[in-house]
């Protein structure tokens, strides 16, 4: 950081001259102008950068969440298909107790002479 209070007049006007403000007033006025500025800038991007963070974390949370909702839907899919094979399999059983049926009647037709 420069040592601003030891520059001359003309290098604090040039110097805000680059930041655009006013280079009128005393060599006091024109260097607390331009600390004021520095320590505005420093605010700035402090809050920047905190913004930034806030909006990092934000973004890391939405992520986790996101994460989490698709496992969800993962483990919600995951139980249909459980379901869904449980109500195959008790299909399945019930046709065959009903084929068992159908071939004890047609062994009981064949048995039976009348």
Given at each position: ?114
């Amino acid at each position: 950081m420069a040592d601003y209070a030891s520059m001359k007049v003309s290098e604090l006007k040039q110097e805000l001259s680059k930041r655009g403000l006013s280079q009128s007033g005393t060599k006091a006025k024109l260097l607390e102008r331009l600390l004021q500025d520095i320590e505005d800038e420093k605010l700035i991007a402090d809050s920047a950068g905190a913004t930034a963070e806030v909006e990092a974390d934000a973004a890391a949370e939405a992520d986790a969440d996101a994460g989490s909702a698709d496992a969800g839907v993962e483990a919600a899919e995951d139980d249909a298909k459980v379901d869904g094979a449980a109500e195959d399999d008790a299909g399945s059983a019930d046709a065959a107790a009903d084929g068992d049926a159908a071939a004890a009647a047609e062994a009981d037709a064949d048995a039976d002479p009348s």
